[in-house]
């Protein structure tokens, strides 16, 4: 197992998804890795939540998120030889159901990034690391609101970490890629909680997303509103 491949799999151990070598060989890969262990300690209310929805039972009539347990159990064990970076995606998908379609947090193409809940935030995950070495490119916000983007070319597209301020709850937020011609994607999706991010003494917020395209494409990013209104833009 890579260091590589190690620290995709906190979501898996999380959830106790991990086979019995992959879960020692994890074990021992926490006493050397801070983020993965802070990390660990964010997404554990997460499995709480999903593993409280009951046992699960062969019976084909199961529904609700009993099934994302299920079905999360059941794709770890076919692709538990391939890379392990889908079953964080799988996570962040369970969350996104309880949540009543919104996410708290997730992470595309790599680690996911720290996820604050209800103002907290607990250490330094890899969100976060990831901004705090890189270059940010600095955005311009609306009143009040700062933040940039540090960004990296990958083999599928681009990786890039989040880092906003001054932003007041509840909303609805999307990081949004905006390519050289004009078109958009979402490359990640969040909401924010009343006490807000970077306000009153809460932490900032730190987040992952990724988009298909090469940074060569891609021309700014947002960060958009559920409602349309554009909280920040950073040129690259």
Same mark, same amino acid.
């Given at each position: 197992?890579?260091?590589?491949?190690?620290?995709?799999?906190?979501?898996?151990?999380?959830?106790?998804?991990?086979?019995?070598?992959?879960?020692?060989?994890?074990?021992?890969?926490?006493?050397?890795?801070?983020?993965?262990?802070?990390?660990?300690?964010?997404?554990?209310?997460?499995?709480?939540?999903?593993?409280?929805?009951?046992?699960?039972?062969?019976?084909?009539?199961?529904?609700?998120?009993?099934?994302?347990?299920?079905?999360?159990?059941?794709?770890?064990?076919?692709?538990?030889?391939?890379?392990? %970076? /889908?079953?964080?995606?799988?996570?962040? @998908?369970?969350?996104?159901?309880?949540? &009543?379609?919104? =996410?708290? +947090?997730? !992470?595309?193409?790599?680690?996911?990034?720290?996820?604050?809940?209800? %103002? /907290?935030?607990?250490?330094?995950?890899? @969100?976060?690391?990831?901004?705090?070495? &890189?270059?940010? =490119?600095? +955005?311009? !916000?609306?009143?009040?609101?700062?933040?940039?983007?540090?960004?990296?070319?990958?083999?599928?597209?681009?990786?890039? @970490?989040?880092?906003?301020?001054?932003?007041?709850?509840?909303?609805?937020?999307?990081?949004?890629?905006?390519?050289?011609?004009?078109?958009?994607?979402?490359?990640?999706?969040?909401?924010?909680?009343? @006490?807000?991010?970077?306000?009153?003494?809460?932490?900032?917020?730190?987040?992952?997303?990724?988009?298909?395209?090469?940074?060569?494409?891609?021309?700014?990013?947002?960060?958009?509103?559920?409602?349309?209104?554009?909280?920040?833009?950073?040129?690259?």
């Amino acid at each position: 197992m890579s260091a590589r491949v190690e620290h995709t799999d906190v979501g898996a151990y999380a959830l106790g998804l991990l086979e019995a070598d992959d879960k020692r060989a994890f074990e021992a890969h926490l006493t050397t890795c801070r983020a993965c262990t802070a990390e660990l300690a964010e997404l554990s209310g997460m499995a709480g939540v999903l593993t409280g929805m009951g046992p699960i039972e062969p019976e084909e009539d199961r529904r609700g998120e009993g099934e994302v347990v299920d079905l999360l159990r059941r794709r770890k064990a076919a692709d538990r030889r391939t890379r392990r %970076g /889908t079953v964080i995606i799988g996570v962040a @998908a369970a969350v996104t159901l309880v949540a &009543g379609g919104i =996410a708290v +947090g997730s !992470g595309l193409g790599g680690p996911s990034s720290p996820i604050a809940v209800g %103002g /907290t935030h607990h250490g330094t995950g890899p @969100a976060e690391q990831f901004y705090e070495e &890189g270059t940010p =490119a600095g +955005g311009v !916000g609306a009143e009040g609101v700062t933040g940039g983007v540090v960004y990296e070319s990958k083999g599928w597209g681009t990786h890039a @970490a989040l880092k906003l301020e001054g932003v007041r709850g509840p909303l609805e937020c999307e990081l949004i890629a905006v390519s050289t011609t004009g078109e958009r994607k979402a490359m990640t999706g969040w909401a924010v909680p009343p @006490a807000g991010y970077g306000v009153n003494g809460q932490p900032p917020l730190y987040m992952h997303g990724g988009s298909p395209w090469n940074p060569e494409r891609i021309d700014r990013f947002e960060v958009v509103t559920a409602t349309g209104e554009t909280l920040l833009t950073v040129d690259i």
